[in-house]
């Protein structure tokens, strides 16, 4: 069993950098994939970017300002966002799956943490 808890979100102007963070509990984190997905208002939860055996990948929306990392020694999973844009708006969660390749879909994983409200205004 994973916990997943989210910390960083916040307020910020157009331009800024905010860094998320996820904190995970339970045993063989390290064999977990992790990733964040986000949801804004009246949409559909999206894909963010993602941590697997394999590869590091990210939604087309954020490449070049967005850049995940992974402590494994600490079990953290964190986001660093630059160059924020007002459509970054939304509640950010932290998920983790078993599987090796997730898909980059919600419902490839297994665990999701409460979420954390990013606002980026213009």
């Known amino acids: 069993q994973v916990q997943l808890v989210e910390s960083g979100g916040g307020l910020v102007q157009a331009g800024g950098s905010l860094r998320l963070s996820c904190a995970a509990s339970?045993?063989?984190?390290?064999?977990?994939?992790m990733g964040w997905f986000r949801q804004a208002p009246g949409k559909e939860r999206e894909f963010v970017a993602a941590?697997?055996?394999?590869?590091?990948d990210y939604a087309d929306s954020v490449k070049g300002r967005f850049t995940l990392s992974r402590d494994y020694a600490k079990n953290t999973l964190s986001l660093q966002m630059n160059s924020l844009k007002p459509e970054d708006t939304a509640v950010y969660y932290c998920?983790?799956?078993?599987?090796?390749?997730?898909?980059?879909?919600?419902?490839?994983?297994?665990?999701w943490g409460q979420g954390t409200q990013v606002t980026v205004s213009s």
């Open positions: 998920a983790a799956t078993i599987r090796a390749s997730p898909r980059n879909y919600d419902h490839d994983y297994d665990y």
């Open positions: 941590s697997t055996w394999t590869s590091t």
């Open positions: 339970g045993r063989g984190f390290s064999r977990y994939s």
